[in-house]
């Protein structure tokens, strides 16, 4: 398989887990100025750990975003060589 398509595939697929990451991390940045209340926190902590997902989803987001790291520095070196 080439390191383009792995590269495009790993993107697509982990994309929506990254936004969601990203999306819970952006809002626990406010969780101790008291913009929300103590419920809401406490689910986007689980949310933000996947713990309320499946237990090794987190596990399996950071490999993706690993991938899609690595075949992103590998393509940016190989364009620019």
């Known amino acids: 398989m080439k390191i ?4 495009r595939i790993s993107a ?3 994309a929506p887990f ?7 991390g ?6 101790k100025a008291g913009v929300y209340p103590k419920d809401i926190k406490e689910f986007l902590v689980s949310i933000h750990t996947w713990e309320i997902i499946a237990p ?3 596990m399996i987001a950071g ?4 991938t899609v790291l690595l ?3 590998i393509l940016f070196f190989k364009r620019n060589a």
């Open 63 to 66: 490999l993706g975003l690993l």
């Open 12 to 14: 697509v697929i982990f």
């Open 26 to 31: 952006s809002a626990l940045l406010f969780r």
């Open 56 to 58: 090794y989803i987190g």
């Open 18 to 24: 990254f936004l969601l990451l990203a999306l819970s």
């Open 71 to 73: 075949t992103g520095v």
């Open 4 to 7: 383009r398509k792995l590269h």
